[in-house]
């Protein structure tokens, strides 16, 4: 890739504040304290990516509210550009509740994010960086979402490089067909996705049949858990690099975190090996502490990560 613009990455989806029991193994009825956080795959991967370096742009939208102030700030303070999300007096930011082991309890119909549409989002913004980042769930939160993330994969003079992580959301989907999800990876340049996902979204066994339904996107990332991931590049066979064995406090944000490092490697044109490499390291460092982003990491980690 060689574009001169000057805003590396831009991503787009909703944001949440997240609340997370302060005691670990609790369940969420049992709970009587949560730690609050931030959540959001778009902006957990906007905010790691400006960490290691990289202009990034996130457009959402988060309500007039303490929580969206919150959110703001937070993803601002990773230096992420915010100039592009909107205030929404009249809805909602999202809320979400969750454990560390997969209980999931979302606050977010009709919040503020769910009003994004073609008309509010335009191309001209969103493709206004040499990637654009989109995931999966966006286009589960409404239909104006769902026509945006349509609208954003389309060809068209100028689209840059589009980044699909599928992300598929059981509790989002309910009774939507998640092979929608399979149309729009379809679209994109770069897709990733876990292999437990394209089982459980759409009934693929491995890797290679993956691959075999999603032959379009350019590169094909199918992450495989604590194994490693393949990655696969146009025509050729997969290339697999194993993951490094870490310690595990809370695997929330590992799919956006390998996003982040596999697309800041991309942005450095390093070669597809190194890319995974890049993606398990980003990876590793967010399952070892508590949260969905790497927030928490101090500037002596994220000269580690970017070096
Ligand atoms: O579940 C969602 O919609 C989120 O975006 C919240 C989390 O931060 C995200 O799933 C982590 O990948």
């Given at each position: 890739m060689t574009g001169t613009a000057a805003v590396d990455v831009v991503c787009v989806g909703e944001s949440m504040v997240t609340f997370v029991p302060s005691a670990p193994g609790q369940r969420l009825a049992d709970a009587a304290a949560f730690d609050r956080g931030t959540g959001g795959a778009e902006s957990n991967v906007a905010c790691a990516l400006a960490r290691l370096g990289h202009a990034v742009r996130w457009i959402s939208r988060v309500g007039a509210d303490p929580f969206g102030d919150h959110l703001v700030t937070a993803v601002a303070a990773a230096g992420v550009d915010v100039s592009e999300v909107r205030r929404d007096p009249g809805r909602p930011t999202g809320v979400y509740f969750r454990t560390g082991d997969g209980?999931?309890?979302y606050y977010r119909a009709g919040s503020a994010a769910t009003a994004m549409n073609p008309g509010n989002v335009g191309r001209r913004d969103a493709w206004a960086g040499r990637v654009l980042h989109l995931s999966g769930i966006t286009p589960a939160l409404s239909r104006g979402c769902a026509d945006l993330?349509?609208?954003l994969t389309a060809p068209g003079p100028g689209r840059p490089l589009v980044s699909f992580d599928v992300n598929h959301r059981p509790a989002l989907w309910r009774s939507a067909d998640p092979r929608r999800l399979a149309r729009l990876a379809?679209?994109?340049d770069l897709v990733l996705v876990g292999e437990d996902e394209a089982a459980a979204a759409w009934g693929l066994p491995d890797a290679d049949a993956v691959r075999e339904a999603l032959p379009g996107p350019a590169v094909l990332v199918v992450k495989q858990g604590a194994r490693g991931a393949i990655a696969y590049e146009g025509c050729a066979d997969g290339v697999f690099v194993p993951a490094p064995d870490t310690p595990v406090?809370?695997?929330?944000?590992?799919g956006d975190a390998f996003a982040a490092g596999f697309l800041s490697a991309t942005l450095r044109a390093l070669p597809l090996r190194d890319r995974l490499a890049?993606?398990?390291?980003l990876a590793a460092a967010v399952i070892g502490v508590r949260g969905d982003s790497l927030a928490v990491l101090g500037d002596e980690a994220w000269g580690r990560l970017r070096a």
């Open positions: 209980e999931v309890a993330v349509h609208a379809a679209r994109c406090v809370d695997l929330v944000g590992a890049r993606g398990h390291a």
